[in-house]
């Protein structure tokens, strides 16, 4: 199997002290990627120490890492419980996240994900996916397309581009990347393309992969595996992840506030370890991934 090439990861030593690792711990990657972050998990473990990766990803595979202490699932973190109980982990010391698109899924072209290339609508991360990114836009109806573009990629203008999307395909199914962007070029403003461009493709590619309700599903089970004192660990890439783990980690939940008890208090799931952590602009210049990552840890309480 051929090594796929991967950029370096984001925020490599920040996120992995972290997860102040024990020695003889268990720890979970549950986006192995390069495996750049479990490289790094596993020089800090000892030789009883474990380390389980997750990645949806087939291409992920060919960076499996070669030593006992390490073992790589080929599955979407959100069945991070399941897939621990079946090799007999019931609860870890630590769980690190690096959200969003891998570079390597990025610079595919056939995968879809980047305004860069011509591609098929993909989009998916696992090819075992149903739902790809050509039947989100010609399948999909009005209240549908707006929901994706207003909820996932926060546009204003959803409604238009929704309606402008159905009446296009209509004459013809829109198949590609660059048909996408020239049905949708009048909404596509010189000075501003890049950016409308990218939350276009945000929306679309969060719908294809459920990415906030694998993000729910994953911060739920977290609070159930780790140990109290173990740590998490996430990298987030834009608002709606950050906001998201930023409420869990404050006060366990994604919605509303704790109920308080008789005296005002309430008690919450972790606390904060130090504050949010963002790359310096030596990182960002060497990897421009990195340029929109923001990095919480939290401790189970």
Do not use: C, W
Not at 10 to 34: H, M, N, R, W
Not at 57 to 68: F, G, K, V, Y
Not at 136 to 157: I, Q
């Amino acid at each position: 199997m051929t090594t796929m090439e991967y950029h370096n990861p984001v925020l490599l030593q920040a996120s992995v002290e972290g997860l102040d690792i024990k020695p003889d711990g268990v720890y979970v990657d549950v986006t192995f990627g390069g495996g750049g972050h479990s490289k790094e998990i596993l020089n800090r473990l000892g030789p009883n120490g474990k380390l389980f990766a997750f990645d949806q990803d087939e291409d992920a595979l060919a960076n499996t890492l070669l030593d006992e202490r390490f073992t790589l699932i080929n599955e979407n973190f959100r069945f991070i419980k399941r897939f621990l109980r079946f090799y007999g982990v019931k609860t870890v010391d630590g769980i690190l996240a690096d959200l969003g698109v891998s570079s390597h899924q990025f610079d595919v072209p056939e995968r879809g994900f980047s305004t860069r290339f011509d591609a098929g609508l993909d989009m998916r991360m696992s090819k075992k996916n149903d739902l790809n990114a050509y039947r989100v836009v010609n399948e999909y109806d009005d209240a549908n397309l707006r929901r994706v573009f207003l909820d996932y990629g926060e546009l204003k203008n959803a409604p238009v581009l929704a309606r402008t999307i159905i009446e296009a395909r209509d004459y013809h199914p829109i198949n590609t990347t660059d048909e996408l962007k020239e049905v949708l070029t009048k909404y596509l403003p010189e000075r501003i393309k890049n950016k409308v461009l990218a939350q276009i493709y945000q929306a679309i590619r969060i719908e294809v992969n459920q990415e906030m309700d694998v993000l729910k599903e994953f911060l739920d089970q977290s609070l159930e595996i780790l140990n109290p004192g173990g740590r998490l660990s996430v990298i987030s890439y834009h608002s709606l992840e950050d906001r998201l783990v930023k409420r869990f980690v404050k006060n366990g939940m994604f919605e509303g506030e704790p109920e308080r008890d008789f005296f005002g208090n309430f008690s919450v799931p972790f606390k904060t370890i130090g504050k949010l952590i963002v790359p310096d602009n030596a990182e960002i210049k060497s990897n421009n991934r990195a340029r929109s990552a923001k990095l919480r840890i939290a401790e189970k309480i």
